[in-house]
C-alpha cells in the first residue's frame, strides 16, 4: 500500500520496544524526525511504542517512511494505528509478504524482522529488554552484513538490558544522529542541503509571541525530560487553567510536545 523508495534511496531501521519508556518515545521520535529531514527512509513496523514513535518523527519531519506487517496487508495491528498506517500511505508505503486479512500471529513477527533489517543501510535498536524482538531484527541486520547501533541506557533499567548487551558485546553506542552517519558513510549523501535547509528553517521559527511573559516562563520550566503539567503548576505556582492554556499555545506553536502519561517536552 503507498509507494516504495526510489531505488537507491538510504533508509534506515528504527525499532524498539512496544512498552517504552517516554525518554525512548522521544528518542525514537526525534531520530525519526532527523532522519526524514536528511533525507533517509525510515523503516519500522508500526508497532506500538518505539516504532510508532519513529514512524511518527518521520512524518513530522517531512519524509517517508516504510511500515513492515507482521499481518496481511489488510489488516491493521494493532487496530489502533489505522490513522497512523493511513498517513504513511499517503508518503510513504505499508508492506506485508502476507496477502489479504492473514492475522498477526506470534511467529510471523522474527519473520517480519529479517525484512525490516534487509530494507535498511543500518539498525537503531532504542529500546529493548533482554527478550525483545527487536533484538531478533538486530540479529538479522548482523547477519545479513547491515550496521547496528544501540541506544545505551541505565544499568537499573529492565528495558536497557537488551540494547546494553548489545553494546556490551561490541554495537557502536548511538549517542546522536552523527554516530549513524560515522558508521555509514554511504548515509552520507542524503545527510547535507536537505537537513541544512530544515534545521535553518526550524531555527527562524522559535520564536515566542513578544511580551508573553507567562509563556516564556512556562517554556522556560519545561525541560528536555517529560514533565506532567500537575508537577509544572506546583513549580511555578500557577492555577490549572492558566497553564492549560499556556501549554495549548506552546504545542500548537511547535515548541513542546505532549507524550505518554501527559508529560510534556520541548521539541527546541
Do not use: K
Not at 509478504?97 to 506470534?106: F, H, T, V, W, Y
Not at 560515522?182 to 542541503?193: C, D, G, I, Y
Request: aromatic share 2%.
Amino acid at each position: 500500500m503507498g509507494r516504495l523508495p526510489p531505488p537507491g534511496s538510504p533508509c534506515v531501521a528504527v525499532v524498539g520496544s512496544r512498552r517504552a519508556a517516554p525518554g525512548a518515545l522521544l528518542t525514537a521520535r526525534d531520530l525519526g524526525a532527523e532522519l526524514a529531514a536528511a533525507g533517509v527512509t525510515v523503516v519500522s513496523g508500526m508497532a506500538r511504542g518505539v516504532d510508532a514513535a519513529a514512524h511518527h518523527g518521520a512524518l513530522l519531519g517531512g519524509g517517508g517512511t516504510v511500515a513492515v506487517l507482521g499481518c496481511g496487508i489488510e489488516v491493521c495491528y494493532p487496530p489502533e494505528h489505522v490513522s497512523l498506517r493511513d498517513r504513511i500511505v499517503e508518503t510513504g508505503c505499508v508492506l506485508s509478504e502476507d496477502g489479504g486479512a492473514e492475522q498477526p500471529l506470534a511467529w510471523r513477527f522474527p519473520r517480519r524482522n529479517r525484512l525490516i533489517a534487509a530494507l535498511a543501510e543500518a539498525v537503531v535498536v532504542v529500546e529493548a529488554t533482554a527478550r525483545s524482538g527487536a533484538l531478533s531484527t538486530a540479529r538479522w541486520a548482523a547477519d545479513l552484513g547491515r550496521d547496528v547501533l544501540a541506544v545505551p541506557g541505565s544499568i537499573r533499567s529492565p528495558s536497557s538490558v537488551g540494547t546494553n548487551l548489545l553494546i556490551r558485546d561490541g554495537v557502536r553506542p548511538f549517542l546522536g544522529i552523527t554516530d549513524l552517519f560515522e558508521a555509514v558513510p554511504a548515509l552520507r549523501r542524503a545527510m547535507s542541503a536537505p537537513m541544512a535547509a530544515r534545521a535553518s528553517a526550524h531555527a527562524g521559527s522559535v520564536t515566542l509571541p513578544p511580551g508573553d511573559a507567562l509563556l516564556a516562563r512556562v517554556l522556560a520550566a519545561v525541560a528536555a525530560d517529560p514533565v506532567h503539567p500537575d508537577d509544572l503548576a506546583a513549580a511555578l505556582g500557577l492555577e490549572t487553567p492558566a497553564l492549560s492554556a499556556a501549554l495549548t499555545t506552546l504545542q500548537l506553536g511547535g515548541f513542546i510536545t505532549e507524550v505518554c502519561g501527559g508529560r510534556v517536552t520541548r521539541t527546541v
